[in-house]
């Protein structure tokens, strides 16, 4: 093999015997090259095979331990398969625990495969994050969010930071550079991030003024004068309102809108099963005179009158009218 020493590990051991033996019945004994590659086609077989043995065996099991107490945290993790996605961790780092053994320690083929790898990694641990955010924002909302403040908005942010975060890091690591040294030189492109996450930006600030103003929630029935807006919200993100119509129709407006311009919230008037009707009515002032009993009794034949005339004329005999 190309390495001039013996691995301490058996299982790298037997791997390179493997490796030799595989060489010398092919007639390639000589070709340290086809070393390497035979190596490491062996190895990534591996690597995929625990992955999916991972998957099959301690997965399954863990999953039916785990999800056995139906709770809304553990039927949200089975939604997100956060188990599953979490699984796929275990490639990588097989990968990397045996492939040094088929290269030189300052091979440059190495160098490039530890690098892919490692990006891969990073990737899926960026990947389970998102989904355990996910989880925990799901519980948080479904039993201590009862007001139903639009907080979808922040878990967009930490999601989105999380993202950011694990871009920098793979950009480092692919070109071998220190994540400081990326982040320094990032500052020369504020100014462009800050256009292309423009909406981002406002819609986060945005959220943040309604929820602490307690001007939205959702399921309220708003109105945007000037605009088609007239209906439930149903959804708050970073970036959008939904809001299904009267005719359940199905609008789209940015958070900013709602806090820069003017929003009509019904919920009250529906909460209470009720509103309040505002109308002009002339009266011709030379038709106005006393009640007599006789149009009392004729009033009382109007639809909901006489009840209301009755208690009427009862507080007016107690003094109360």
Known sequence: MVNSWIPTHKVAQWLLDLVDSILSWLGLTESSMAEEVVYTIIIVGIALLAGWLTRKIVV???????????????????????????????????????????????????????????????????????SVFN?????????????????????????????????????????????????????????????????????????????????????????IPG????????????TAVKVRNWDNTTVTVPPYTLVSTQLQNWNKMKQRGRRQIQRSILIDISTIRPTTPEMLEDFKKLPFMKDYIEKMQKYAAEGEA
Do not use: C
């Not at 275990?90 to 495969?113: G, Y």
């Not at 694990?166 to 500052?187: E, H, K």
């Not at 605009?227 to 970073?238: A, F």
């Open 135 to 223: 989880v925990i924002w799901v519980n948080y909302n479904r039993r201590e969010n009862t007001k139903n403040l639009p907080l979808k908005g922040i878990l967009n942010v930490a999601k989105g930071l999380v993202w950011i975060i694990i871009a920098i890091i793979s950009v480092a690591l692919l070109v071998d550079r220190s994540p400081a040294a990326l982040l320094t030189g990032l500052g020369a492109f504020a100014a462009a991030l800050m256009l292309i996450f423009k909406d981002s930006i406002l819609g986060f600030v945005a959220g943040l003024q309604l929820s602490a103003n307690d001007m939205l929630r959702v399921g309220d029935w708003i109105a």
């Open 60 to 130: 399954l099991i863990t999953q039916h331990i785990v999800y056995a107490r139906r709770t809304i945290f553990t039927e949200e993790m089975e939604h997100e398969q956060l188990i599953n996605k979490s699984s796929h961790i275990i490639p990588p780092l097989v990968f990397m625990a045996f492939i040094p053994f088929a290269f030189q320690t300052d091979s440059h083929a190495l160098d490039i495969l530890m690098r892919i790898v490692l990006v891969y990694f990073v990737l899926t641990v960026g990947w389970t994050i998102s």
């Open 227 to 238: 605009t088609i807006v007239n209906g439930i919200v149903t959804d708050v993100s970073l």
